[in-house]
């Protein structure tokens, strides 16, 4: 049956992510690997809101609805995204099945075999396996401190459109996580979103902006979306409850150029006609009540102390023989070890013998480099757990060093 496969299906590789990630839920491992929010930070109050509304709305909630998502949370979306400067009202926001499902549908309408999406480098791992799925070629432009290094951005724009990488095929779009990327933690300086939507617009390549962790911020000021800086309508934007509220709800949110979200509106009645009901309402009445906000307090206090004790933990344990970033919010530290560690070789050793996980760097990379690389993500383990997890990565590490 596998010969009768698509091209693109017979193209994707088996998940080692999915065999670790199963490996990682074993009791007694402490895991940096998946990007999962802590079970404490969903509110009680959820579960009076989904009594009352399958005692009230069952009708509804249980019901197909719209495609592009109920009215009243669209209406909620745009007044919260106006409140941080993005300019949109109700019939630009389109909810979508989780923000990866917004990615999905983006790539529906800009890709064909062989063409080129830019990405950081690293990036995220579902983003790279969704431009797979569509046999997409990745370019990637390295990432710093500071997000993406936008001077190699426009540089690479200009050597491509100069014919001299990527056989000269123009990038259908560049991806971005800019605000506490995943999975460097990393974050695009004020300075850059500007001259990134600059050299976007100079080129004619539209900018895909993933604000999955952006309210999630424990240190600095708050930066505008690339969204809010838009003045030509090249950003297509793709946010999440999935980290304000619930990933297993699946929803999230596209707000694009009103030509993209059309296009996106037809593909989505075609892949799963409308996104979760009773998802719908219940964050909408979560929202309403205020709690969205709530969450996010009481998620931002958490991961504050995780992100301090981690470091603490990682400068105790590994001293200067790593470097390491530090995030300002979300969910990841980025860990380059010295060269010659082989994250990737290491890992079944990690969880297997030492009872401790993280994600091994390549998985990050189109190109699978980042060998003495991993990314450390702090939101699922206990604050008392971390020193823990990274003193027993430590011993891993030196383990292997000594055999
Ligand atoms: C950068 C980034 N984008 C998108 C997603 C997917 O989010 P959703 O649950 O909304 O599909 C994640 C999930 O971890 C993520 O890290």
């Known amino acids: 049956m596998h010969s009768t496969f698509a091209a693109r299906a017979q193209k994707l590789q088996r998940s080692?992510?999915?065999?670790?990630?199963?490996?990682?839920?074993?009791?007694?491992?402490?895991?940096?690997?998946?990007?999962?929010?802590?079970p404490e930070w969903f509110l009680p109050e959820i579960t009076e809101i989904s009594d009352a509304i399958m005692r009230a709305g069952r009708g509804v909630a249980l019901q197909y609805g719209p495609t592009p998502g109920f009215t009243t949370l669209r209406e909620f979306m745009a007044a919260r995204l106006t409140g941080q400067s993005m300019r949109c009202d109700a019939?630009?926001?389109?909810?979508?099945?989780?923000?990866?499902?917004?990615?999905?549908?983006v790539c529906k309408i800009f890709l064909e075999p062989g063409d080129v999406v830019v990405t950081e480098a690293p990036t995220y791992i579902g983003a790279l396996q969704t431009f797979a799925s569509y046999e997409a070629d990745i370019v990637s432009v390295p990432i710093d401190a500071g997000g993406m290094r936008i001077e190699l951005l426009e540089s690479l724009l200009s050597d491509i459109r100069a014919g001299r990488q990527a056989e000269g095929r123009m990038p259908k779009f560049i991806y971005t996580i800019p605000s506490f990327q995943n999975p460097s933690?990393?974050?695009?300086?004020?300075?850059?979103?500007p001259a990134l939507l600059e050299f976007a617009s100079r080129?004619?390549?539209?900018?895909?902006?993933?604000?999955?962790?952006a309210e999630l911020r424990y240190e600095g000021a708050d930066l505008p979306a690339l969204?809010?800086?838009?003045?030509?309508?090249?950003?297509?934007?793709?946010?999440?409850?999935?980290?304000?509220?619930?990933?297993?709800?699946r929803l999230?949110?596209?707000?694009?150029?009103?030509?993209v979200t059309e296009k996106a509106i037809l593909?989505?009645?075609?892949?799963?006609?409308?996104?979760?009901?009773l998802g719908q309402i219940m964050a909408l009445e979560y929202g309403k009540r205020g709690l969205i906000e709530k969450q996010i307090e009481v998620t931002v206090a958490s991961l504050r102390r995780k992100k301090d004790e981690t470091l603490k933990a990682l400068r105790a344990h590994f001293g200067d023989t790593i470097t390491r970033t530090i995030p300002e919010g979300g969910f990841y530290t980025w860990v380059t070890f010295p060269e010659g560690i082989d994250t990737v070789g290491l890992l079944p050793r990690a969880v297997k013998e030492h009872s401790v996980a993280y994600v091994a760097g390549p998985s990050f990379y189109a190109d699978r480099s980042g060998k003495n690389q991993?990314?450390?993500?702090?939101?699922?383990p206990k604050v008392g757990e971390i020193d823990e997890g990274i003193r027993r990565l430590r011993k891993c590490f030196d383990t292997c060093k000594s055999r």
């Open 374 to 380: 991993a990314r450390i993500c702090f939101s699922q």
């Open 185 to 193: 933690g990393c974050t695009l300086s004020l300075e850059r979103r």
């Open 227 to 249: 969204k809010a800086l838009d003045e030509e309508g090249i950003v297509i934007h793709l946010g999440t409850f999935s980290k304000i509220f619930s990933p297993g709800l």
């Open 203 to 213: 080129f004619g390549v539209p900018v895909v902006e993933d604000h999955a962790y």
């Open 16 to 38: 080692e992510l999915a065999a670790l990630f199963a490996l990682a839920e074993e009791p007694g491992v402490i895991s940096f690997a998946g990007g999962f929010p802590d």
């Open 252 to 259: 999230g949110w596209m707000v694009g150029p009103r030509l």
């Open 91 to 105: 019939t630009d926001v389109l909810i979508t099945s989780g923000s990866l499902q917004g990615l999905d549908l």
């Open 267 to 277: 593909f989505k009645q075609g892949t799963d006609q409308c996104s979760n009901s």
